[in-house]
């Protein structure tokens, strides 16, 4: 039946049941007014009965048949929907369908009841006992029949359409894992780790990238648990699940293989990448050595070629603690290559270019030290020749000095001088004659500087030369002054004692009376030995001058000189000793005469006083006394008289 006819024939249906119920009402209360009448036991109960089942068979008897139809009527439209077999090819479909579905069985609920109607019905007229209860029974089991089948279709379908939605929405999760794996390994097999920019960015994004997969895993464990899950419910579908589920792990593991190829890339792309920047640093470092052995500063002074040797001395302990790392890079890019990491023909070829570089550093290394070693030595002898000339023109106007002192002390001082002057030139000479030893070997060694190098030591040796000529003059001339301040020291101690003695000679004391003459008399003998002892000082000094003026003494003129007033005093002083004594010899002369004259007068006196004595003695030898006393007055007397009255 189509459904335009079953609508029509449901629309008829629904207008003779809507006329049929119209009556119930008045079928019931006929109905109930002959209960009652029964209860009442009312005597036509029987007949009332036989009426009531008469009337309730007459109800239910013209609508049997229609119900039946109309039930095989509903129930060949819903049969129809349930033949439908679209299980929906996506979850939207299916979901749709279950929609259908969940209409479909509301409206089996709602619509029930032309199979409730014939279920109803049969059940009354089994009650009445009617006529056709045989054939209402069999149409009313064939209905109740086809409706349990459709109830067992519709449930069947639903399961089908659950298995369909399970399987949608396993197929919607497993695409969406799916496509996420697509995702990630698109990301996975990307070789970003090639450029090195931001490698540590991207380290970190890669962790962050193996963190999320990881945390994804829950994912394809649930996909496969619930793929997992259908196939043990022997899922329709379970030969595509099992298929698909093993793609989805065999993406992952590809997934997880490829993530951790990358991770091993960029890590070994970060290895390389602090492989090369200490490579570039290597590299750098080098440049700026090589740039420093090609310098052609090899100093202006010693100061500066000594800064620059040690400057030098550190670039070498530089180079040699650098070898340690260029030894590192090589066993790093010989690792690289076991390992056969994806950039080791480029890191090879770098680290023997580092390598290669290195190694030439040594030869222009050694160059330079030598270049800087004789820069040293040259310099070292330009400091030694200008300390040495410096030295000799410091003590050269010392040894050219005119000053040869003005006494014996000062020359004597000025002497030691000199003689310490000539020590210090002594103990120079071995100096100088290393600086000199120093500048052969340069020559020899046919050092850069040799002809400058031979002219300084000319000037130098010309300037000690020098200053030995002068001070050998100069020590000459000393010697010449030592001998003349000796000379006239002796003299000036010669002058001195003729001084001292001068004023014993020309003294105007030639005594009092005729002892203190004799006094003076024995001064003036000692003086005169003296005198005649020194003349023995005198002689010496005349041949020192003489031995002096012979040699050429610088003060012959002088020396000579002072000799000659030195011995023209000493004659004055042999003078002035003659006059003295014969001044003394007159004098003790005259006071002897003045005491004879003295004593003459005293004898005159007692002669006188003899001569007017009026004694003649007192006995013979008295008398002879007095005698020879005459006589000698008498002589006396004749003498004075005949010396005259001027003479004393």
């Given at each position: 039946m189509k459904s335009g006819e079953l609508g029509k024939e449901l629309q008829l249906h629904a207008e003779r049941k809507a006329e049929i119920d119209g009556r119930n009402p008045h079928f019931s209360s006929v109905t109930n007014h002959g209960n009652q009448l029964i209860k009442t036991d009312h005597y036509a109960s029987e007949e009332i009965k036989g009426m009531i089942q008469e009337l309730a068979q007459t109800q239910a008897a013209p609508a049997g048949p229609d119900k039946a139809e109309l039930a095989d009527a509903w129930l060949a439209s819903k049969e129809a929907f349930?033949?439908?077999?679209?299980?929906?090819?996506?979850?939207?479909?299916?979901?749709?369908?279950?929609?259908?579905?969940?209409?479909?069985?509301?409206?089996?609920?709602?619509?029930?009841?032309?199979?409730?109607?014939?279920?109803?019905?049969?059940?009354?007229?089994?009650?009445?006992?009617?006529?056709?209860?045989?054939?209402?029974?069999?149409?009313?089991?064939?209905?109740?029949?086809?409706?349990?089948?459709?109830?067992?279709?519709?449930?069947?379908?639903?399961?089908?359409?659950?298995?369909s939605n399970k399987y949608q929405l396993f197929l919607r999760n497993i695409y969406e894992v799916s496509s996420w794996i697509t995702e990630k390994l698109q990301i996975a097999l990307d070789e970003t780790y090639r450029d090195p920019t931001n490698l540590q960015a991207k380290i970190q994004k890669h962790q962050a990238?193996?963190?999320?997969?990881m945390a994804n895993r829950n994912r394809v464990d649930a996909v496969n648990d619930m793929g997992q899950e259908l196939t043990e419910e022997h899922h329709y579908q379970s030969d595509d699940i099992t298929r698909r589920m093993k793609e989805v792990e065999t993406s992952w593991e590809a997934l997880i293989a490829a993530s951790g190829e990358k991770r091993d890339k960029l890590k070994d792309a970060y290895e390389a990448l602090q492989f090369n920047r200490i490579l570039d640093d290597l590299l750098?470092?080098?440049?700026?050595?090589?740039?420093?052995?090609?310098?052609?500063d090899h100093g202006k002074d010693l100061s500066s070629v000594k800064n620059l040797l040690k400057k030098h001395q550190l670039l070498e302990v530089d180079i040699h603690t650098h070898e340690e790392k260029v030894n590192d890079v090589e066993e790093a890019a010989q690792a690289f290559k076991e390992a056969k990491h994806f950039?080791?023909?480029?890191?090879?070829?770098?680290?023997?270019?580092?390598?290669?570089?290195?190694?030439?550093?040594?030869?222009?290394?050694?160059?330079?030290k030598d270049n800087l070693n004789e820069a040293l030595a040259m310099y070292q002898f330009y400091r030694?020749?200008?300390?040495?000339?410096?030295?000799?023109?410091?003590?050269?106007?010392i040894a050219e000095s005119t000053d040869l002192g003005n006494s014996l002390t000062s020359?004597?001082?000025?002497?030691?001088?000199?003689?310490?002057?000539?020590?210090?030139i002594v103990a120079h000479e071995p100096l100088i004659e290393r600086v000199a030893h120093a500048a052969k070997k340069m020559v020899i060694g046919k050092h850069f500087a040799s002809d400058d190098i031979e002219r300084r030591l000319d000037e130098l040796h010309t300037e000690l030369q020098q200053l030995k000529e002068v001070s050998s003059m100069r020590r000459a001339k000393l010697q010449d002054a030592l001998e003349s301040q000796k000379f006239y020291t002796e003299v000036n101690e010669a002058e001195a004692w003729i001084k001292e003695k001068l004023p014993a000679l020309t003294s105007p004391d030639l005594?009092?009376?005729?002892?203190?003459?004799?006094?003076?008399?024995?001064?003036?003998?000692?003086?005169?030995?003296?005198?005649?002892?020194?003349?023995?000082?005198?002689?010496?000094?005349?041949?020192?001058?003489?031995?002096?003026?012979?040699?050429?003494?610088?003060?012959?003129?002088?020396?000579?000189?002072?000799?000659?007033?030195?011995?023209?005093?000493?004659?004055?002083?042999?003078?002035?000793?003659?006059?003295?004594?014969?001044?003394?010899?007159?004098?003790?002369?005259?006071?002897?005469f003045y005491r004879e004259c003295e004593e003459v007068s005293a004898w005159i006196v007692d002669m006188v006083v003899i001569a007017?004595?009026?004694?003649?003695?007192?006995?013979?030898?008295?008398?002879?006394?007095?005698?020879?006393?005459?006589?000698?007055?008498?002589?006396?007397r004749l003498v004075t008289v005949g010396a005259g009255p001027g003479t004393r």
């Open positions: 349930l033949t439908n077999e679209d299980l929906g090819d996506s979850l939207y479909s299916v979901e749709a369908l279950l929609k259908n579905q969940d209409r479909f069985e509301g409206l089996m609920e709602q619509q029930v009841e032309p199979v409730q109607e014939v279920t109803t019905l049969g059940c009354q007229l089994e009650t009445h006992q009617h006529y056709a209860e045989g054939e209402i029974k069999e149409r009313q089991a064939a209905v109740e029949d086809r409706y349990a089948r459709l109830v067992k279709s519709s449930k069947a379908r639903r399961q089908k359409l659950g298995d990238f193996e963190a999320e997969v750098v470092w080098i440049d700026d050595v090589e740039h420093q052995l090609e310098s052609e950039m080791n023909k480029e890191l090879q070829a770098r680290a023997k270019e580092v390598g290669d570089r290195y190694a030439s550093l040594h030869e222009p290394a050694s160059i330079r030694d020749v200008e300390d040495e000339l410096s030295w000799i023109h410091d003590k050269k106007p020359v004597q001082n000025l002497m030691k001088k000199h003689q310490a002057l000539e020590a210090e005594g009092k009376d005729e002892d203190s003459v004799g006094v003076l008399q024995k001064k003036l003998d000692a003086l005169e030995r003296d005198i005649e002892n020194y003349e023995n000082n005198i002689k010496e000094l005349a041949a020192l001058s003489k031995s002096l003026i012979d040699k050429g003494n610088l003060n012959a003129v002088n020396i000579k000189k002072q000799q000659e007033t030195l011995e023209a005093k000493y004659k004055e002083l042999k003078i002035l000793t003659v006059e003295r004594h014969k001044k003394l010899v007159e004098t003790s002369r005259m006071f002897e007017g004595s009026e004694e003649y003695g007192q006995d013979l030898e008295h008398v002879e006394v007095s005698h020879r006393m005459g006589r000698t007055w008498n002589m006396l």
